[in-house]
């Protein structure tokens, strides 16, 4: 029950509301279309920096990445979990990728984690194409051989219209599970760095 309320805890956050107090628009937005994802935790992609520093306050970590994009951490609690909440911020296109990292401490088994949150992801956007890719030999689980470096598994949901996309993931050597919202504004930078996304 916990696993579930903390699911549902993490995904309540995720794009709920507008940039700048839209929240019935981006409601409006969000129930016309269930495979668009138009925000990440509350902010629109295209939020400038200073909108999300305004609404949250000082990042407790920010790092400057190519082109001046600026990664800014910030440290959440959901449903009695810690989580890192990470918004990725271009100053010309604004919010072009955010993440949610959890459970590391938990002591929940990451698979169950992994798809608590896919099956939440699915059910918030029934229009997103789901796709999974495990790679490694997970033995003799998979959250052994990802904390061993040896397996990781992906299950991403995509809007096919926009390119935005969702990634649920655990991932080799990193603790937790990761999910990730991307928009095609974030792959064209990892490119232009010269970094595959």
């Given at each position: 029950m916990?696993?579930r309320?903390f699911?549902?805890?993490?995904?309540l956050?995720l794009?709920?509301?507008?940039?700048g107090?839209g929240?019935?628009?981006?409601?409006?937005?969000?129930?016309?279309?269930?495979a668009?994802?138009?925000?990440?935790?509350?902010f629109?992609w295209?939020?400038?920096r200073d909108?999300i520093v305004?609404?949250?306050g000082?990042?407790?970590r920010?790092?400057?990445?190519?082109?001046?994009?600026?990664g800014?951490l910030?440290?959440?609690s959901?449903?009695?979990?810690?989580?890192?909440?990470?918004?990725?911020v271009?100053?010309?296109e604004?919010?072009l990728?955010?993440?949610?990292?959890?459970?590391e401490?938990s002591?929940l088994?990451c698979?169950?984690l992994q798809?608590?949150?896919?099956a939440?992801?699915?059910?918030?956007?029934?229009?997103?194409?789901r796709?999974e890719?495990?790679?490694?030999?997970p033995?003799?689980t998979l959250?052994?051989a990802?904390?061993?470096?040896?397996a990781g598994?992906?299950v991403?949901?995509t809007?096919?219209?926009?390119?935005?996309?969702?990634?649920?993931?655990?991932?080799?050597?990193v603790?937790g599970?990761?999910v990730?919202?991307?928009?095609?504004e974030a792959?064209?930078?990892?490119r232009?760095?010269?970094?595959?996304?």
């Amino acid at each position: 029950m916990r696993l579930r309320l903390f699911a549902v805890a993490l995904l309540l956050t995720l794009p709920a509301c507008g940039d700048g107090g839209g929240r019935d628009a981006a409601a409006r937005d969000a129930a016309a279309d269930t495979a668009k994802v138009p925000a990440f935790a509350g902010f629109r992609w295209g939020a400038p920096r200073d909108s999300i520093v305004a609404r949250l306050g000082a990042p407790f970590r920010s790092q400057a990445y190519h082109e001046g994009v600026v990664g800014m951490l910030y440290e959440d609690s959901l449903a009695g979990y810690g989580v890192l909440k990470a918004f990725y911020v271009h100053p010309r296109e604004g919010l072009l990728r955010g993440s949610y990292t959890g459970g590391e401490s938990s002591g929940l088994d990451c698979v169950l984690l992994q798809e608590t949150f896919a099956a939440e992801v699915q059910q918030r956007w029934p229009g997103l194409l789901r796709e999974e890719r495990a790679f490694g030999t997970p033995a003799p689980t998979l959250c052994a051989a990802a904390e061993l470096g040896r397996a990781g598994r992906a299950v991403s949901f995509t809007d096919v219209t926009s390119g935005r996309q969702i990634v649920v993931s655990v991932l080799p050597r990193v603790p937790g599970v990761h999910v990730v919202f991307d928009t095609p504004e974030a792959g064209r930078w990892e490119r232009r760095k010269g970094v595959a996304p």
